[in-house]
């Protein structure tokens, strides 16, 4: 990271693509196409959600093999903007490309295909903007910046979220949500441009040959045995967000798959919880960002992953309450899904040696990615062992999938008090205000 604050337009401008690329995350994986993906119209509701599981466990298996290649490249050739303009504008062809979804089981797997194809897109471009972190923060910063990040994100997907109930109205056909996608299209374009102007490649001092593909992963390893060797605390934290990072994406991948599948919520209903969702979970990124700097990233985690916990067992053992239920727990945990990625990726930065930063936000991803299977398959075996236990066909067992994302993100809780706080430095008076 800089030791000298960045121009406030260059920092938003940085953080404005995380409101330009809000429509995949909010609309299409949370709130409207996965919703749309798993209801009636393309089969059975318990069979469809699980094969949505298995999707977006293949799509993970391929962001872990791409991310260290891909995240090592733009370290070595400093083109991190030029990689990150073609993957987010390829992100958004394939939203715009959801558009022909038909409403048919024959459709469900271009749906899932495209879904899972700009899950892959969507995360090796998270790793080159990560790694741009270290252009538009200090050390005394850098909890605040990512925050603005996170927050602006949500913020994001409540205005695209009223852009669409604007538009279409609330009362959603398929044919609105298939527009829809060409709408989340437009506006990924449109509000990523300014980060592109106002960042540009770093060219290295000398630019080391191209090491291929085996080479690449051989530097992985040499990567992974270097970190733990030189900074175990590093290797371990690693380990650990991988597991309770992919928690969080189990929350958002299948939040709204709950809330139309398990407690009724109208296509309508689903885009206003997104809504006030959004509005609940921007707020509370960036006042965490603010505690983040305070009283360091281990904190905001711990914090986030224990009330996620026990949020989410509330959702399971109250599912009979109905729409309240939700609307009460699903909303609290919205309060701590963001802060909990926003200080993991804080966490990070404070940590990465010069120059290093796409290696290690792609050994990040890496990780991340790397047991991205877990959520799902926890989701799917849960809903199966809830089908088992039931034993009744009148009544969906899609609420047990919950349970199996509270296992994950469990785990991630265990491990992460076991991971050091990084050194905190204290907020300067010359740190830029956001």
């Not at 909010?26 to 469809?48: P, Q």
């Not at 891909?70 to 558009?99: S, V």
């Not at 994100?153 to 669409?164: A, C, E, N, Q, S």
């Not at 799917?380 to 509270?406: H, R």
Request: charged fraction near 10%; aromatic fraction near 12%.
């Amino acid at each position: 990271m800089s030791p000298t604050r960045a121009p406030g337009r260059k920092v938003f401008s940085w953080a404005l693509w995380d409101w330009g690329t809000q429509p995949f995350a909010t609309v299409i994986t949370t709130f409207v196409f996965s919703v749309y993906l798993t209801s009636s119209a393309f089969g059975d509701k318990d069979e469809v959600t699980m094969k949505l599981a298995w999707a977006t466990g293949t799509a993970g298996l391929l962001i872990a093999l791409l991310a260290p290649v891909l995240g090592q490249g733009a370290d070595r050739t400093g083109k991190r903007m030029f990689h990150l303009r073609w993957q987010t504008w390829l992100l958004a062809a394939i939203c715009a490309a959801m558009y022909f979804v038909a409403p048919a089981p024959e459709y469900f797997l271009l749906g899932a295909v495209l879904l899972g194809a700009g899950n892959v897109v969507s995360e090796i471009a998270n790793v080159n903007y990560y790694a741009a972190l270290d252009q538009v923060s200090t050390p005394a910063n850098v909890g605040r910046v990512s925050g603005l990040g996170w927050g602006l994100g949500y913020l994001g997907g409540i205005t695209i979220l009223l852009v669409i109930i604007g538009v279409l109205g609330s009362d959603f056909t398929p044919d609105d949500v298939r527009f829809a996608m060409l709408i989340c299209g437009a506006w990924t374009v449109m509000f990523t441009v300014p980060i592109f102007l106002a960042i540009k490649d770093r060219r290295p001092d000398h630019v080391p040959p191209s090491l291929g593909i085996v080479g690449s992963y051989r530097e992985l390893f040499r990567s992974i045995a270097r970190v733990g060797r030189d900074n175990p605390n590093t290797l371990f934290f690693l380990i650990a967000s991988a597991l309770f990072r992919d928690g969080l994406a189990g929350v958002f991948t299948f939040g709204g798959v709950l809330a139309a599948g398990t407690f009724g919520f109208t296509f309508g209903e689903v885009v206003i919880f997104g809504v006030v969702a959004n509005v609940t979970a921007g707020v509370a990124t960036m006042l965490f960002g603010l505690l983040d700097d305070r009283l360091g990233p281990k904190t905001v985690i711990l914090v986030s992953l224990a009330m996620l916990v026990g949020l989410g067992l509330g959702i399971f053992f109250l599912h009979d309450g109905g729409k309240t239920v939700f609307w009460i727990f699903g909303l609290g945990m919205t309060l701590f899904v963001g802060p909990a990625q926003s200080a993991s990726r804080s966490f990070l930065a404070r940590l990465i040696p010069e120059g290093m930063s796409g290696e290690m936000f792609g050994l990040y991803a890496t990780t991340g990615r790397a047991v991205s299977f877990l959520a799902p398959t926890m989701f799917g075996l849960a809903i199966a062992v809830g089908v088992a236990v039931t034993g009744s066909a009148e009544e969906s067992a899609q609420y047990w999938g919950i349970l199996g994302v509270v296992l994950v993100l469990l785990a991630g809780f265990l491990v992460a008090l076991f991971v050091k706080q990084p050194a905190r430095v204290a907020p300067s008076s010359t740190a830029p205000a956001h």
